[in-house]
């Protein structure tokens, strides 16, 4: 994007506290009961939107998130940071935006967009 002339950047849209959601627990992903941070944000290229992110941290294999705001940094790039990842697992989608996604991306709903799922490790954790 420099390169490009393009600036980039970040934009926090909620960030929460909480318990691992059912539909990760019941798939395996996180145990019952684990804390997590949720991160929404958006990355913009010259100021429109381009990438919707929502992430969930595992408290239990990295505390330091807790304490981490997520409004300067991007989760992602904080997590390099802090705990680079030893292995990942990638899924990637062809979808329709639905109507919160639309409005994050400022697009039209049903527009086609990519999907991508991502789990990270580091060691086993």
Not at 43 to 60: K, M, S
Not at 106 to 112: G, L, M, R, S, Y
């Amino acid at each position: 994007m420099a390169a490009e002339g393009k600036t980039y950047s970040y934009e926090l849209i909620a960030r929460t506290a909480m318990r691992a959601p059912g539909k990760f627990t019941s798939a395996g992903i996180f145990q019952r009961g684990l804390n997590v941070v949720h991160v929404k944000c958006r990355h913009l290229v010259d100021g429109a939107p381009v990438l919707f992110e929502e992430r969930y941290i595992n408290l239990g294999a990295v505390a330091s998130a807790a304490d981490e705001a997520f409004s300067d940094i991007s989760p992602g790039s904080w997590l390099l940071e802090h705990v680079p990842w030893t292995e990942a697992e990638h899924a990637i989608y062809a979808v329709n935006a639905d109507p919160a996604l639309a409005g994050h991306l400022n697009i039209a709903v049903n527009a086609a967009c990519l999907r991508i799922e991502r789990r990270t490790w580091a060691d086993d954790e």
